[in-house]
C-alpha cells in the first residue's frame, strides 16, 4: 500500500507559479511511475504530466507542455509539479497517482491522493 498526500495547491492570479508535493509513505516512490492529473468542476479527470522510476523520462500534455515541469526525488519519497505562466484555464483540483507503467491513462495508476486545489484568477 501506498499512500500519496498532496500540498502547495492554493490562489494565485494568472501568470503567477505554484509549486505542488507529493510525498508518499508505505513503500518507496522509486518503485512507482509518478503521474500527477487535475479535474476541474463539471469536467473529465485529466492526464498533467508524469515521470520515471528515475526520474530521467518527463511526459506532459500539450495544454501545459512549456509551463508545468514534473520532478521527483525518491531520497525523500517525493514528486513535484511546478506550475509557471499560470493561467485561469489551469483551475483544477490536482492529485498525484502512483502506477506501475504510468502513462496517460487513469486506469494505469493504481494508488492516488486526495487532491489539492489550485485556483487562477484572472
Known amino acids: 500500500q501506498v499512500q500519496l498526500v498532496e500540498s502547495g495547491g492554493g490562489l494565485v492570479q494568472a501568470g503567477g507559479s505554484l509549486r505542488l508535493s507529493c510525498v508518499a509513505s508505505?513503500?518507496?516512490?522509486?518503485?512507482?511511475?509518478m503521474g500527477w492529473f487535475r479535474q476541474a468542476p463539471g469536467k473529465e479527470r485529466e492526464y498533467v504530466a508524469d515521470?520515471?522510476?528515475?526520474?530521467?523520462?518527463?511526459y506532459y500534455a500539450a495544454s501545459v507542455k512549456g509551463r508545468f515541469t514534473i520532478s521527483r526525488d525518491n531520497a525523500k519519497n517525493t514528486v513535484y509539479l511546478q506550475m509557471d505562466s499560470l493561467k485561469p484555464e489551469d483551475t483544477a483540483v490536482y492529485y498525484c497517482?502512483?502506477?506501475?507503467?504510468?502513462?496517460?491513462?487513469?486506469?494505469?495508476?493504481?494508488?492516488w491522493g486526495q487532491g489539492t486545489q489550485v485556483t487562477v484568477s484572472s
Open positions: 497517482a502512483a502506477g506501475a507503467w504510468g502513462g496517460r491513462a487513469i486506469s494505469e495508476y493504481r494508488y
Open positions: 515521470i520515471s522510476w528515475s526520474g530521467g523520462n518527463t
Open positions: 508505505g513503500r518507496t516512490l522509486s518503485a512507482y511511475i
